[in-house]
Every structure is written in C-alpha cells, then in structure tokens.
C-alpha cells in the first residue's frame, strides 16, 4: 500500500479504538488467516464471582480443624457427600468461627489462602467469603504456583487452593471432588480443589493419615466454583471471523471442560480448542499453529499472554489489558470488544470505510 494508504486505515483504525503500531503492522493484518483468542478477560468478562462452595464427606466437617458443634449458620447438605452450596445473593450471611457448618470452613479456608493473590480466580474467592460475612483468617507463609494455584500456611494448617494437578503436586488424591468438579465444569464454572496437608503442629492427624500403608499426604476439603460471563459480543466476532474463511482457536489455562463448555457457547470447534496450557506454554502454542502454515493473530489481556502474542504472526491486546500484553502487542484494542478483531482485519483489508 502506498504510504497514504496506510495512513487512512492507520487512522480508521483509530477512529474505531483499533491502534495499529505501525504500518507494516496494518499490512500484516490483511494476510491473518487464523485468530486464537486467550479465554478469561477476551472471550469472558474476566469478571469472576463465587457461585459455589460444596464441602466434601465427614471429613471435611472441621475435623481438627474446627471442632465445633454443628450449630449451622447456612444450612447443613442432607446427604454427607456433595453439600448444599451457598446462596448466589451475597446475603446467606454466616457467623463464621464456632458453629460453622462444613461449607464455610471451604469457604474460609479458602479465602485465608486466597488474600495474598492477586489472581482473578482468588479476589472472587475473597470477595464471596466477605459478602457471605465469613471471617476470613490471616494466612502466612502464602505461595503462588503459577498456572495451578495456591498454597499458604492458615491456622496451622497448610492448606491449598488450585485445579488438579495442584494437589496431585502435594501428594493429595483429588479424586473425591471429582463429581463435583465435572458438575461444576460442564456448566462452564472454574472450579478449584481446596486441600490441606496433613503434617500439623501439635494435633491429632486425620486417621486415615495414621495408616502406615497410605502414601496419601494430605486430603481435599471441598471444592469453590468461580463464573465469569461471556462477552455479549464473543459468538458474533467467531461469527463474522469464520464468514471471511479465518479459523478461530481458544487457548487457556483453564480445564478442558469449562474451556469446551464457553467455546461451545460462543461457536469455536472443539478441535480448535486448548485447555490446561501452562503460562509459558501459551507460546508453544501459536508456533505449534503457525509451524501448520498458518498466519495467527493472538489476541489476549494478561501477562501470561505476552510471550504468545509475541510469538505470533501479530499480536493483538485488549486496551484493558495488562501493560505487558500491550507492550507485547502489535495491534491494541481499546474498546475490548472482541468484534473489533474482525475490524482489525477489514481496515487493513481496505474494506471499512471512514464512519465519520
Ligand atoms: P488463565 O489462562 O485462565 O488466566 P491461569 O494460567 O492463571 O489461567 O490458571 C490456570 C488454572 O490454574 C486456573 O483455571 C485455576 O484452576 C488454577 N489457578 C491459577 N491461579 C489460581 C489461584 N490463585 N487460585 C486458584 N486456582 C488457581
Ligand atoms: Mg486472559
């Protein structure tokens, strides 16, 4: 294109809040011929909220933990397996600490662990036990495993907050909460084990732990379920993506279950779907598509998107996003709508037209 060319689409793409970097950049655009989105705050609101907290078996009833009559704030499951889980309306108010039921110990446990993160997932976690009125615990000795979760040091108990391969890590069977995790997954909800560790300060082990035949280090309390919501535009830009002949990919860190619910919601094909992808895998990623052929877009917000957006053919952040992931970009999105991706594409292809 001619350098007064690029100068209009450079400045139609201002105009309509899509910030190329440069004009090479603007060119480059036209030859995309495959979008990966990043899920969480792209696809999704990125706004998380605590939907449920489901304890599991007798053991989860405060055990050493909390030994405490069972004088229930929030009323008790009837079976002794997956329990009732909290009311959605912020106002299922609990005096936490003597009394309370199995669920609030999830769910104070769970926040205590949660405090020091800065993690989406974990200010909803604390967010939920505070509009719940559970009286969450100092932690220490707090530490984030990237990509899986959480582990800190509560009330003498070493207690830890994150997916599957978290507890698997510590030694702890997950196995348990299973129902309850693909329940919660399928309705396309994050759902995060929260477990404890065994090895205690001057209290009696759970006597499973006594056992000397049992390599178990630890057990799962219960699980938490966060929600985020879709963008109300995500299925109309894979839409209109899809009508240009440009194929449309979703990465996240997130399981596979609730990765594939989301996708299914806003028209991505399974097959184009990869869950679980650690932070740093995110990167291996896009290569692993644009090694197939292809000319990818990436087009994420957070931190762990930047070494992916990087790495691909263009990269394109959400205005909103990280100060990293723009850095990283190519191409910046100010009005996070995932439908200006598809502008992205038009102006550069000299098919949007100056609006005003
Ligand atoms: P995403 O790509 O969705 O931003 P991350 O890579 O940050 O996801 O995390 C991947 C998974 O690890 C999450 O879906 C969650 O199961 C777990 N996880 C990460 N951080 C936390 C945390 N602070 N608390 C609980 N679970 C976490
Ligand atoms: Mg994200």
New binding site residues.
């Given amino acids: 294109a001619t350098p007064a060319a690029t100068m209009v689409g450079t400045s139609i793409g201002a105009q309509n809040g899509v910030l190329f970097k440069g004009g090479d950049i603007l060119e480059r655009v036209r030859d995309v011929d495959t979008v990966v989105f ?3 705050g792209t696809l999704t609101k990125g706004e998380m909220s605590l939907t449920d907290v489901v304890a599991l078996g007798p053991s989860a009833d405060g055990g050493a933990l909390d030994p405490a009559s069972d004088d229930d704030a929030l009323d008790p499951a009837p079976d002794g397996g997956a329990l009732r889980e909290v009311a959605d309306d912020g106002d299922a108010t609990a005096e936490a600490g003597a009394g309370e039921d199995a669920e609030t110990t999830v769910l104070r446990l769970a926040a205590a662990a ?1 405090r020091n ?1 800065e ?1 989406p ?2 200010q909803a976690i604390v967010e939920g036990a505070a509009e719940r009125g559970v009286d969450v615990p100092e932690a220490e000795e707090f530490e ?1 495993v ?5 582990r800190a040091t509560v009330e003498g108990d070493t207690v830890l ?3 599957r391969r978290l507890l698997e890590d510590a030694g702890i069977d997950p196995s348990p909460a299973e129902e309850t995790m693909h329940r919660l997954e399928e309705e396309g909800k ?1 759902a ?1 084990l929260v477990g404890r560790l065994f090895e205690r300060t001057g209290e009696t082990e759970p006597s499973d732990a006594a056992d000397e035949t049992s390599t178990a280090a630890g057990e799962v309390l219960g699980v938490v379920a966060n929600a985020d919501t879709i963008k109300e535009t995500s299925a109309e830009a894979v839409r209109a993506l899809r009508e240009r002949g440009v194929d449309v990919h979703m990465i ?4 596979e279950r609730t990765a594939r619910a989301v996708a299914e919601q806003v028209g991505i094909d399974p097959d184009n779907v990869r869950a679980e992808v ?2 740093d895998g995110k990167a291996d990623a896009v290569e692993a598509i644009q090694d197939e052929g292809k000319k990818a877009m990436m087009v994420g917000d ?1 931190v ?1 998107d930047a070494p992916a957006l990087a790495a691909a053919f263009v990269g394109t952040a959400l205005g909103s996003g990280t100060d990293v992931a723009i850095e990283a970009a190519d191409v910046t999105l100010m009005r996070d709508d995932p439908t200006d991706v598809v502008k992205a594409i038009r102006v550069s292809a000299g098919t949007l037209a100056k609006i005003k």
Avoid: C, F, I, Q
């Fill in positions: 990043d899920k969480t949660e993160s993690h997932l974990a984030n990237p990509g899986h979760g959480v907050v994150g997916n994050t995060m996240t860190g997130d399981n650690l932070p957070g762990n």
